[in-house]
């Protein structure tokens, strides 16, 4: 799976109408000469069970799942923009319409933060306008930032994702405890505070009531096991949690809390109360596979 995002103008209602994408190969320029540009090219990188965020107006209105790979196409009769040759690329999608819409502005200081420079393009400018791109290419990490303010359509979106790639709940498993997993509920959330003896590894909060089960790899671009599985979470007090969750902090192979300073200065650390030196102690492989991940993610360098 691979992210996208979209921005969409007039043909937002064509979108919603037909359930596809498109866009030219090449206009032809004053001077007669073919051009392209990088938000086109990012088309023909679409493949079944990507998952494209569409966005319109500062908000993400529609979410689709590409149900096959991009291919060429001619130009739709509705699009009329006379530069714009006949070729192009189309992407057959399903459509989640989100309503009401999500508003950019929840997830944009984090995504600029950490991963806007992983967008190819650059998702945002420094200014924070959007970036005037047809198709960005979004890492994954990123991707997985913005489900995770879709709130049950997330889910949606993920079993979508599934089908197109022919994905399978594992034996022994339900999609209502799958589900349970996304928000930190369930048995997902009493595994990992066993797990843990219902205590904050970091902190030593022992307080269950005020810990949240986080996912390690996050639970979007975790697969059937791995989203159950308590060796892929923490038990975290409130303010780690959101920070471990948003990518701000990860962990070393040796527990050690690694901090983005780019992201967070020390005033902002010392009013989270992130103590120098913290550490988790005790780590299995399996938790430092899951912990490679969310670095890599994140962008941490090891």
């Given amino acids: 799976m691979a992210f996208f995002w979209v921005n969409l103008g007039t043909s937002y209602q064509e979108v919603a109408a037909h359930n596809f994408l498109w866009a030219p190969a090449y206009v032809v320029g004053k001077n007669g000469k073919k051009k392209t540009n990088a938000g086109w090219d990012s088309v023909k990188e679409v493949k079944a069970g990507d998952v494209i965020f569409c966005h319109r107006r500062q908000n993400i209105i529609y979410v689709a799942v590409a149900r096959e790979t991009a291919y060429p196409a001619k130009r739709p009769q509705t699009r009329t923009f006379k530069p714009w040759n006949d070729e192009g690329f189309r992407i057959d999608v399903d459509l989640t319409i989100l309503a009401p ?111 949240t089960a986080s996912h390690i790899v996050p639970w979007s671009l975790s697969n059937e096991t791995e989203k159950i599985d308590p060796n892929n979470g923490f038990p975290l007090s409130p303010a780690l949690d959101k920070l471990f969750d948003r990518g701000y902090v990860s962990f070393d192979d040796q527990g050690l809390l690694l901090v983005k300073n780019s992201a967070l200065n020390a005033q902002d650390q010392q009013c989270l109360g992130i103590a120098p030196g913290s550490k988790i102690s005790g780590l299995n492989a399996q938790q430092k596979a899951y912990l490679a991940r969310h670095r890599q993610l994140n962008h941490f360098l090891d």
């Fill in 101 to 211: 819409p999500v508003s950019v502005a929840g997830f944009k200081p984090t995504l600029m933060a950490i991963h806007n420079q992983e967008c190819s393009p650059a998702l945002f400018t420094r200014t924070g306008d959007t970036a005037q791109q047809y198709m960005i290419r979004l890492p994954l990490g990123a991707g997985a930032l913005i489900l995770s303010y879709l709130g049950d359509a997330e889910v949606k979106v993920c079993e979508q994702v599934s089908d197109r790639q022919s994905g399978r709940l594992t034996k022994g498993s339900t999609r209502e405890t799958v589900a349970q997993a996304r928000v930190g509920q369930g048995q997902f959330r009493d595994d990992v505070l066993a797990l843990w003896q219902y205590a904050c590894p970091v902190t030593g909060l022992s307080k269950p009531e005020l810990l």
